[in-house]
């Protein structure tokens, strides 16, 4: 069955770095989209980033672009998330989706708390 | 791109019917049939329910319906039961390949 299980969440101080990472299994990796979604304390569901299923193309939301690096490694069936100049609004539930471009995602990891705060 | 605007609460008794609509523009929710819904139970990941606005992924109750009129989608729950009682969102899953989420509705089952 379609597994992903992210790992590297904890507490920074900001303006620090923090790299999560997302494993996968069960599926083709290397044939799907991936996704990254946070969820701030109380707060909805926000996009992050996506990289093809491929690694040629990502794409960031407004709030992180240039802050944060999406990254793959397929033969790790592995997910990346590289955090630098952390935030407190940072602060959330970070998850791990699959998805379909365009389409759904499909399957979401457990999540990941950051917590960024001095 | 905007979040979409989702009603903050809605709630109903067992065995009733709710709808929660999703708000956009001609540009998004308007333009696209890309839309999802996803159920998140407190402190659990979101589960896909409906995608392509209307299709149920297998394995997902057909007391969930989802459907688009002009700028708006909606996600119906028929037959309410307890276990429905969650945070739900609606997605636009366009092709550029970003995403945008709806602001969340708490369903509460009375």
């Known amino acids: 069955q379609v597994q992903l299980m992210e790992s590297g969440g904890g507490v920074v101080r900001p303006g620090r770095s923090l790299r999560l990472s997302c494993a996968a299994s069960?599926?083709?990796?290397?044939?799907?989209?991936m996704h990254w979604v946070r969820q701030a304390p109380g707060k909805g569901l926000e996009w992050v980033a996506v990289m093809s299923y491929d690694g040629s193309d990502q794409s960031y939301a407004d709030s992180v672009g240039g802050r944060f690096t999406i990254s793959r490694d397929n033969s790790k069936n592995t997910l990346y998330l590289q955090m630098d100049s952390l935030r407190p609004a940072d602060t959330a539930v970070y998850y791990c989706?699959?998805?379909?471009?365009?389409?759904?995602?499909?399957?979401w990891g457990q999540g990941t708390l950051v917590t960024v705060s001095s | 791109q905007s979040a979409l605007t989702q009603p903050a609460s809605v709630s109903g008794s067992p065995g009733q019917s709710i709808t929660i609509s999703c708000t956009g523009t001609?540009?998004?929710?308007?333009?696209?049939?890309?839309v999802s819904w996803y159920q998140q139970h407190p402190d659990k990941a979101p589960k896909l329910i409906i995608y392509d606005v209307s299709i149920r992924p297998s394995g997902v109750s057909n007391r969930f319906s989802g459907s688009k009129s002009g700028n708006t989608a909606s996600l119906t729950i028929s037959g309410l039961q307890a276990e429905d009682e969650a945070d739900y969102y609606c997605s636009l899953d366009t092709s550029t390949s970003t995403r945008v989420f709806g602001t969340g509705t708490k369903v509460t089952v009375l």
């Open positions: 989706a699959r998805g379909y471009s365009p389409g759904p995602l499909d399957y």
């Open positions: 069960g599926f083709p990796f290397s044939a799907y989209a």
């Open positions: 001609s540009s998004d929710i308007g333009g696209y049939n890309y």
